[in-house]
């Protein structure tokens, strides 16, 4: 049985989690150019970095799955990420960071992976957008907070110059979420899956149906456009002089855009299906991706990177109750490992090629090249993948008769019609 203490407890954990992100995202790349990493191998080492800890999450998912636990394995995860980043200040060099990013990324994919399989056990589907929505809007608050505090902190250790010295208190203290994170995962809601008494529990292997094929095709070219170039955004904004608060302020600010879409995407999905939704989302980024281009100061960038806020307020809730619609309890904790590993697949592969594209042209030239590759993902999507909530409301009936055709392309995709 649910109750307001199980929510109590996956609020603080996806403010946790989400918090982490507030002080590695803008500060983890800086930090590597100021060791003096150029940025081709500030790319590679996130790229390889992500890619071998991507290994280790189907293993996690179907272990996880096969013992009907995931509090051990969570604390296993937090603890791995705060050993990584709470090493930061004390080693130097291409390996070592390469080494230590790895074994954060371990933890970081299996913290997100968990918190989706945790909240998709814990409610009816039909519910699942409102309530993924709804917890992981205290994510988004979590991310402003940490940013901000970590920004103060980086301004008033002299933040100007972005040093090793002046980034290295953000190492000192942020990892010290993980340490929470791993106290708290022993008192998290774990729902155990339904089976039938003296069954013994066998390993199934999540289902993977044609729809989600494709939306996992589309989702990877989303990720690898969005994440690749958003790797490189700090880096972009100190170009173009922004330091410190400057700089985790313009990504405080995506978020808080989102704290107010995230819960609306999470119950418009459940009313009018998950593909309207995420459909908007696939369509606004290459326009989003292209409109960094013109940028000549921080002002400009910090205007365009309130619209993550509507892009991540939906994807980042409407992809994981997609992916639970077409999934049971048994193996919810594959299929999420799998969206995961999907989007680990994109930000290993991303920095890499998006990292050699900065520094043989330049960022400007990035941006385009990303916006391109959404652009193709947002094709498929809108070709083929069809909508997992059967259940839902369709929002082209609801519409005036003026607006339905064009709002049938978000109902149903165009090679499903007939």
Known sequence: ?????????????????????????????????????DRAE??????????IALMMQPILGRLSDHFDVRRPFICFAALCSFSAYVAFPHVTGYYAFLGLITLGNVGLMYLNAAGGVLIGRMVQAAK????????????SVGYIVTSCASGLLVWKSGGESLTRAAID???????????????????????????????PRKIEKAPLPINLMWFLAAYFLYNFALYGAMGFLSLFLKSLGARGLAITGTFALGVLVEVFVMRWSGRFSDRYGRRPALAFSFLLLPLRLLMYIPATGPLWVLG????????????GAVAVVF??????????GQAQAR??????LATAVSPIVFGRIATQSSLLWMFGVASAISFVGAVIFMLRVEDSHPGSESLSDKAPPSLRPMLKWLDTPLLARK
Not at 42 to 51: K, L, N, P, S
Request: glycine share 14%.
């Open 339 to 344: 969206l995961f590993a999907v989007t680990g």
């Open 323 to 332: 992916v639970n619609d077409l999934t049971s309890d048994a193996t919810r």
């Open 42 to 51: 500030i790319g590679t080492v996130t790229g390889i970095g992500i890619g």
């Open 128 to 139: 699942g957008g409102a309530a993924y929505g709804g917890l992981r809007l205290w994510g």
């Open 1 to 37: 049985m649910t109750t307001k203490r199980d929510f109590l407890r996956l609020a603080v954990y996806m403010f946790l989690v989400t918090s982490s992100f507030g002080f590695l995202q803008p500060f983890v790349p800086l930090y590597m150019e100021a060791e003096g990493l």
């Open 304 to 315: 365009v990177q309130s619209l993550h806020g509507i892009n991540f307020g939906i994807m």
């Open 169 to 199: 208190p953000v190492f000192r203290l942020g990892p010290f979420l993980f340490l929470v994170l791993a106290s708290i995962a022993w008192v998290l809601p774990d729902t155990k899956s339904v089976r039938e008494a003296g069954v």
